[in-house]
Nanobody, 125 residues
Framework: QVQLVESGGGSVQAGGSLRLSCAAS????????MGWFRQAPGKEREGVAC????????QYVDSVKGRFTISQDNANNTLFLQMNSLKAEDTAIYYC??????????????????WGQGTQVTVDS
């Protein structure tokens, strides 16, 4: 089972940027998809962005399109989430995840079996 460790969270003013990283213990291309998810207090975990590790296809939840970018570094087995123009509603714990299950839509948390411990992102309005 791959180990995933997120970093890069913190507090930022609205309009600011953060870059999250997820270091994987194994080859990220051995998984069909990797993704970023978030969970705010009292809310369900939602998919934010995901990537087909073999082909680079990306998917985003509508609320972050044009602001967030998911990318991968195969040489260092690291997944990134660049978050720009942050809003208060982006405040949540952010998790990265990996799955060996192929799905045409990769934003559903239920298809992922490996999860990191999460990193807190707080956006002050």
């Amino acid at each position: 089972q791959v180990q995933l460790v997120e970093s890069g969270g913190g507090s930022v003013q609205a309009g600011g940027s953060l870059r999250l990283s997820c270091a994987a213990s194994g080859l990220i291309r051995s998984y069909y998809h990797m993704g970023w998810f978030r969970q705010a207090p009292g809310k369900e975990r939602e998919g934010v962005a995901c990537i087909w590790t073999g082909g680079g296809i990306t998917q985003y939840v509508d609320s972050v399109k044009g602001r967030f970018t998911i990318s991968q570094d195969n040489a260092n087995n690291t997944l990134f989430l660049q978050m720009n123009s942050l809003k208060a509603e982006d405040t949540a714990i952010y998790y990265c995840a990996a799955t060996s299950r192929f799905e045409p839509e990769c934003l559903a948390p239920t298809i992922y079996g490996a999860w990191g411990q999460g990193t807190q992102v707080t956006v002050d309005s």
